[in-house]
């Protein structure tokens, strides 16, 4: 087990709602990115946080929104849900933010918008 | 041209066989790469990093070709549990941010 935790596991929610995910990093890791991973692609990047700042963001709308705390762990927002945000969020923890880090994952939440 | 591309497959191999992927990657200033494998419904764990020519650990060989810009994964006399899906991962150049391909899917039959 790589001891990234998320919760929830599963989340059904409805068209405009929002939604906050939470992911508890590695003992150790002080930075978190979050990746949203369709049906049958790729996880796509979402951000990454380091020491409690936004350090970088894929081509997500604004009404994703995450925040680290003094702790590491980490929360994502996600507001005004679309029935395309249905997917598997995953977060993933690393000692640093260099391309050289490993990155482990939690077992992710499973979004399903209705 | 996608940053990182797979081939989805699926692959379906006898037990025992051997069995290769290639992944193909857009930027040719990539310095890291990384295998994942994925199970149905699961996260993704870390097979293997490549970080020069190559990696190897037990039945698994990771090779990069820097001047055809594409790393292969390799799996020797392949188990059942060998099924899953094969992440290639090859983070932006200069940057912390992974570029997933779709992944590689691999039946292993008995």
């Known amino acids: 087990e790589t001891g990234v935790t998320q919760s929830p596991t599963h989340l059904i929610k409805t068209r405009g709602q929002q939604v906050t995910l939470r992911c508890s990093s590695q003992?150790?890791?002080?930075?978190v990115s979050w990746y949203q991973q369709a049906l049958g692609q790729g996880p796509q990047f979402i951000f990454q946080?380091?020491?409690?700042?936004?350090?970088g963001r894929g081509n997500f709308p604004p009404r994703f929104s995450g925040l680290q705390f003094p702790n590491y762990s980490s929360e994502l927002n996600v507001n005004a849900l679309e029935l395309d945000d249905s997917a598997l969020y995953l977060c993933a923890s690393s000692l640093g933010t260099g391309v050289m880090e490993t990155q482990y994952f939690g077992p992710g939440t499973r979004l399903l918008v209705l | 041209r996608k940053e990182v591309e797979q081939d989805p497959g699926p692959f379906n191999v006898p037990e025992g066989a051997t069995v290769a992927f290639n992944c193909t990657y857009s930027n040719s200033a990539s310095q890291s790469f990384f295998w994942y494998r994925q199970d149905c419904r699961k996260e993704p764990k870390l097979l293997m990093s490549?970080?020069?020519s190559g990696n190897e650990d037990g039945r698994f060989t990771a090779q990069l070709n820097r001047a055809s810009q594409y790393i292969s994964l390799l799996i020797r006399d392949s188990k059942l549990s060998d099924s899953a899906t094969y992440l290639c991962?090859?983070?932006?150049?200069?940057?912390?941010?992974?570029?997933f391909g779709t992944g590689t899917r691999l039946k292993v039959l008995a």
């Open positions: 490549v970080y020069s």
């Open positions: 946080y380091y020491r409690e700042e936004e350090n």
């Open positions: 991962v090859v983070p932006r150049s200069g940057t912390y941010k992974y570029i």
């Open positions: 003992s150790g890791h002080n930075t």
